[in-house]
């Protein structure tokens, strides 16, 4: 399975490059396409990642014009992301690029056999997402 997700973000990665997006800035992208506006601590805690990180990415990302920041208009302790139009056009890209990704993933897949894989893929999720090690 490391082996294929490597591959998918490999792909994916090379298929967004002329875009200024990064390795690792695609889920910010996403995350920001689908609720644009985010606090840096929602986005950090949804993308499971420290907010030094996260702040590390947005400098980037901000350098490369694909996203924004600003204080929340009720609280200037809270910082807000937005995609810029640049950063729009590139989560299109990424999301684009994704679905090519996965149509070739796919390939040859019976519908049965692509909700089978769903239901053990899903069956791993919620096993790790319970799992509290020690």
Request: some cysteine; charged content about 30%.
């Amino acid at each position: 399975m490391r082996h294929v997700l490597k591959l998918h973000r490999s792909h994916v990665d090379r298929l967004i490059r002329d875009y200024d997006v990064y390795p690792g800035q695609p889920p910010l992208l996403m995350r920001l396409s689908q609720q644009d506006g985010q606090s840096q601590r929602e986005l950090a805690a949804g993308m499971l990642v420290k907010p030094a990180t996260l702040t590390v990415m947005l400098g980037r990302m901000e350098k490369t014009g694909l996203v924004s920041r600003a204080p929340d208009d009720r609280d200037q302790r809270v910082t807000r992301v937005y995609l810029t139009d640049k950063g729009r056009i590139a989560a299109e890209a990424v999301m684009r690029a994704i679905e090519e990704v996965e149509a070739r993933c796919f390939e040859g897949f019976l519908p049965e056999e692509r909700l089978l894989l769903r239901r053990f893929v899903l069956q791993m999720h919620d096993n790790l997402s319970e799992w509290k090690p020690d």
